[in-house]
């Protein structure tokens, strides 16, 4: 059964990077789409973008929600069995549960992390 | 971007009731729709795929219908384990965006 877990610090300033990683546990990166959503009351379940992970090449194709894409990069470390988000520039609307998972043929989304909350405040 | 509408944004219901959530798109998005179950305080859970398809191990008294720009989620029977909210989501064309979720209760 495969397992996701976020982490990364919870709480940033305005301006600073949001960084965070799914560690993925009882599968393999490879041939999946992996993806971040967040959650905020305001705004309701986000897709920010995925990483898909061929395993051809060491390196995946991304795709990024376009409000966040200037500010967005997800990446692979395939070494070990991770995937992250790094979100530059963050706001105070950037506040909201963060999930990491994993996404089938491009389509459903059936595994997910638990969430990890992160707050940006000054 | 697809904008997906679910109706109603709240619901409460009795044990034993058939209940039906909707969920419009902004356009035709054909059957690449799923449903989820979002428990409080837990992630979202897939329970229908492609529309009408059951994940496997969801109870069968989850249906899902519809195709093109309306769509619904039957329950029936509501048990009190399916208090939580619903969230329908489309991937005919990203970015891939969430319905607002409708908030379900028990009476």
């Known amino acids: 059964q495969e397992q996701l877990q976020e982490s990364g610090p919870g709480l940033l300033k305005p301006s600073e990077t949001l960084s965070l990683t799914c560690t993925v546990s009882?599968?393999?990166?490879?041939?999946?789409?992996w993806s971040w959503i967040r959650q905020s009351p305001g705004k309701g379940l986000e897709w920010i973008g995925y990483?898909?992970?061929?395993?051809?090449?060491?390196?995946?194709?991304?795709n990024y929600h376009p409000s966040l894409e200037s500010r967005l990069t997800i990446s692979l470390d395939t070494s070990k069995n991770q995937f992250s988000l790094k979100l530059r520039s963050v706001t105070a609307a950037d506040t909201a549960i963060y999930y990491c998972?994993?996404?089938?043929?491009?389509?459903?989304?059936?595994?997910w992390g638990q969430g990890t909350q992160v707050t940006v405040s000054s | 971007d697809i904008q997906m509408t679910q109706s109603p944004s709240s619901l409460s219901a009795s044990v034993g009731d058939r209940v039906t959530i909707t969920c419009q798109s902004s356009?035709?998005?054909?059957?690449?729709l799923n449903w989820y179950q979002q428990k409080p305080g837990k992630s979202p859970k897939l329970l229908i795929y492609?529309?009408?398809n059951l994940e496997s191990g969801v109870p069968s008294k989850f249906r899902g219908s519809g195709s093109g720009t309306y769509f619904s989620l039957t329950i029936d029977p509501l048990q009190p384990e399916d208090i939580g909210t619903y969230f329908c989501q489309q991937y005919n064309d990203l970015p891939i965006t969430f319905g607002q979720g409708t908030r379900l209760e028990i009476k």
């Open positions: 492609d529309a009408s």
């Open positions: 009882g599968g393999s990166l490879r041939g999946y789409y």
């Open positions: 356009q035709d998005i054909g059957d690449y």
């Open positions: 998972a994993r996404q089938t043929g491009g389509s459903l989304f059936n595994y």
């Open positions: 990483i898909y992970y061929s395993g051809r090449t060491n390196s995946g194709r991304t």
